[in-house]
Nanobody, 117 residues
Framework: VQLQAFGGGPVQTGGSLRLSCAAP???????????MGWYRQAPGKQRELVAV???????NYLDSVKGRFTISRDNSRKTVSLRMNSLQPDDTAVYYC?????????WGQGTEVTVSS
């Protein structure tokens, strides 16, 4: 699955960003079957799951972003978005979009988010 992520950039503490990820080569009926997620990897740290939205629409979040981040998907546009509010320096990382179906996970290119204090 080819995934195209965009929307990162620099932001000040307390600010907001919206990340988006598109799967332009998937047909809609196939996109609908994927669990879509956002991961992040900060310098010197392991990649961690930030948020996931299943094919059913059920969402799950990393504890530290609950109440601040919102993941959503638009199946008709084959996109998944991550709205990030109240950003903190600890949110600084490269964010990766993921598409999972069965045992296979595909990744988009990372988009960097830098939160300055």
């Amino acid at each position: 699955v080819q995934l195209q992520a965009f929307g990162g950039g620099p932001v000040q503490t307390g600010g907001s960003l919206r990340l988006s990820c598109a799967a332009p080569r998937l047909i809609t009926s196939v996109f609908n079957t994927y669990d879509m997620g956002w991961y992040r990897q900060a310098p010197g740290k392991q990649r961690e799951l930030v948020a996931v939205i299943g094919a059913s629409g059920i969402t799950n979040y990393l504890d530290s972003v609950k109440g601040r981040f919102t993941i959503s998907r638009d199946n008709s546009r084959k996109t998944v978005s991550l709205r990030m509010n109240s950003l903190q320096p600890d949110d600084t990382a490269v964010y990766y979009c993921s598409a999972k179906r069965g045992l296979t996970t595909d990744w988009g290119q990372g988009t960097e988010v830098t939160v300055s204090s």
